[in-house]
């Protein structure tokens, strides 16, 4: 079943509980209470990934003071959603920008959901930012917005860098972009990169909870990391 599909499910909101469980539950027409032990067990990692990034993605649509009309397009250019589906995706983003909590109160249940499954939590940050890059352009309120989503994820400063690096360009940007300094040999530099390549290969992030229709946040991540490498060896074949 399509992510879009499994997102109208009874009994996920009553699973999930919280801000995320309450949005489900609405968009389902289902008002549920949050209850220890649920018999429905525990929700779809795909089902809480992407009902988290659509919830974080309406709230950041507010974050610089005005709401475009464009923001399902955006979340469109990175979450596939089949023509059939729009309306579903339209409307679920009208309920989280309606509701009255706060994105830190998604962004907590988040990192609390997926605390086994951190890398779920970066793909979570670099879709938010390739969202917020709809419009050609990545506000200072949504960096703002997005440092605190990241801080809320457990993620500390010099991973946020990197993650803004790949998404805005800076100085050094390719070493930011892969987490190094600028100093690091080039067998340190191809050694990370390996890492990076095989961490972010979009085959393992559908194997550990990425649903098929999200993999463009690691692809995009992987194109960044190839173009960044190119220019490091680039440079370093020049000197």
């Known amino acids: 079943m399509s992510i879009w599909g499994k997102l109208g499910g009874a009994g996920f909101g009553l699973a999930i509980g919280g801000p995320i469980g309450g949005l489900l539950g609405a968009f389902a027409g289902h008002y549920l209470i949050d209850r220890e032990g649920s018999p429905f067990g525990p929700a779809p990692r795909d089902v809480v990934l992407t009902t988290g990034l659509v ?60 605390a086994d499954e951190p890398a779920l939590l970066d793909d979570i940050v670099d879709g938010l930012f390739l969202i917020a890059q709809a419009d050609h352009a990545v506000h200072e309120a949504e960096i703002a917005y997005l440092r605190e989503v990241a801080r809320i994820f457990g993620r500390d400063e010099a991973w946020f860098e990197a993650a803004l690096a790949r998404h805005v360009v800076l100085p050094d940007d390719p070493y930011r972009v892969l987490g190094v300094d600028r100093s690091a040999s080039y067998e340190e530099l191809r050694r990370r990169y390996r890492q990076l390549v095989a961490d972010t290969h979009p085959d393992r992030e559908i194997a550990r909870g990425l649903p098929p229709e999200a993999v463009k946040i690691a692809n995009d991540r992987l194109s960044a990391i190839n173009a960044a490498w190119d220019r490091i060896e680039r440079e370093r074949q020049a000197a």
């Not at 993605?57 to 979340?75: L, N, P, T, Y």
């Not at 469109?76 to 706060?102: K, N, W, Y």
Request: hydrophobic share 50%.
């Open 55 to 114: 919830a974080l993605s309406a709230k950041m649509a507010r974050a610089d003071g005005v709401v475009a009309c464009s923001e399902v397009e955006a979340f469109s250019r990175v979450v596939v959603v089949p023509d059939e589906d729009r309306a579903s995706v339209e409307r679920l983003f009208r309920l989280a920008q309606a509701t009255t909590d706060g994105f830190q109160a998604y962004a907590a249940q988040l990192a609390k959901l997926l």
